[in-house]
């Protein structure tokens, strides 16, 4: 039997485009946009087609619609669609394609201003770190200071490179040297070059990369890339997770690209906050009844680089109500208070991973019986450090925990 089906039309084009205009577009990319019924593009790019292109323009409208409803609307119609550099490079494109079949698009992408940037300072793009920061809190930037890393970050405004100068020198990094790439690939381009605690240039270009050579004194604040963070890293009132612990409590917990944690009785948050440094897709929820320790970890999670940490005061389980399901879940705090187990326990789908650490007896009885009720594993855990005591030193125990760990099945 013979397959009839047609090919979806391609109604929509997507084009990338540059500081350079119409001198960056190839003959396709200029025939596609002067055909099209109607353009969309910010004004500035309708500027730069304005002597080409013959269909209505239509600006983005404020605020931007993500759901993209102006465009859906002409679904069928030769439209096009303007994009800075390339659309799905934190661009317009990956907006439209979760809304649009990639079967109904046609993409010519430009190079996008990372792109420029390292091929303007000669940078190999594979070996550098690439953020965007256009709209997103600079703090993002804190988990990528490593001395000898190189950066590349998108910025949102002319202010952005010196707030991130200042933010550099701040953590121990002002040794680093900075390079502000405005206006790529178009007649107005320049570069600038200082260190981070001189970068003291004005009217920069708001279309802008940031390039950061990192270098750092010896207090600098590095986060590691390993879990276990140490705890001076962390504001805490003696409510944490110690590092030891930590570093077993994640392993435990096991972090898979893109998941959701559950905190409970999150402390200082420590928990949370090194399972989002884990990649940048992670996602937790701290649930904390004290209004002191959620400003806490509030500030700690901006500190370490993951200010999208969502923070929930009040007490389990009544604080878990309407929550979005977790992939696992930390109980760190406040395990023992009725109901929290047994919500924690019931709330998982198939294959979400339950990690409980318990350091009274109430909390580690508790643990006991779900454990031969559910299987999973027990883990005690005992850490000792070096102490002064007189003029020599000794081992001081700190208290052992006791940790279950179980997958729903």
Do not use: Y
Request: proline share 6%; glycine share 10%.
């Amino acid at each position: 039997m013979s397959n009839n089906k047609q090919p979806t039309p391609k109604w929509l084009t997507i084009v990338g485009i540059g500081e350079d205009g119409l001198a960056g577009l190839g003959d396709g990319a200029k025939r596609l946009m002067a055909e099209a019924e109607v353009i969309f593009g910010g004004k500035r790019h309708l500027a730069l087609v304005a002597s080409l292109a013959k269909g209505e323009p239509r600006a983005w409208p404020v605020p931007f619609d993500p759901d993209m409803r102006d465009v859906l609307a002409l679904s069928g119609r030769r439209v096009c669609v303007l994009a800075s550099g390339d659309p799905f490079f934190h661009g317009v494109g990956v907006t439209l394609a979760r809304k649009i079949a990639v079967e109904e698009m046609r993409v010519i992408p430009a190079p996008s201003a990372i792109s420029l940037a390292a091929a303007r300072l000669g940078w190999a793009l594979q070996d550098v770190e690439t953020i965007s920061l256009h709209g997103r809190p600079l703090d993002l930037i804190r988990p990528l200071l490593h001395p000898g890393a190189r950066i590349l970050a998108l910025t949102s405004d002319s202010d952005a490179p010196v707030a991130i100068a200042r933010l550099l020198t701040e953590v121990g990094f002002g040794a680093s040297r900075l390079t502000i790439l405005e206006a790529l690939g178009g007649p107005n381009e320049r570069l600038r070059s200082a260190r981070a605690d001189a970068f003291d240039f004005e009217k920069i270009n708001p279309l802008n990369v940031l390039a950061i050579e990192v270098d750092s004194i010896s207090k600098a604040r590095i986060l590691p890339l390993a879990s276990g963070l140490a705890d001076h890293l962390f504001e805490h009132d003696g409510q944490i997770t110690k590092r030891e612990i930590r570093a077993v409590t994640l392993s435990a917990l096991a972090p898979r690209r893109g998941e959701l944690l559950w905190d409970i009785g999150a402390g200082s948050g420590s928990i949370g906050i090194e399972w989002m440094l884990a990649h940048p897709s992670m996602r937790a929820i701290a649930i904390e009844t004290d209004p002191a320790r959620a400003a806490r970890i509030r500030r700690n999670a901006s500190a370490c680089g993951v200010p999208g940490l969502a923070v929930v005061e009040g007490s389990a389980p009544q604080a878990l109500t309407g929550l979005e399901t977790p992939d696992a879940i930390f109980i760190g705090g406040g395990g023992s208070d009725a109901g929290v187990l047994e919500t924690a326990i019931g709330v998982l789908l198939a294959g979400g991973r339950l990690v409980a650490n318990a350091v009274t007896l109430e909390m580690e009885s508790l643990l006991l019986s779900r454990h031969a009720a559910l299987g999973g594993d027990l883990t005690r855990i005992a850490i000792s450090r070096a102490s002064t005591v007189g003029s020599m030193q000794a081992w001081r125990p700190a208290m052992p925990i006791t940790q279950w760990s179980w997958v729903k099945p």
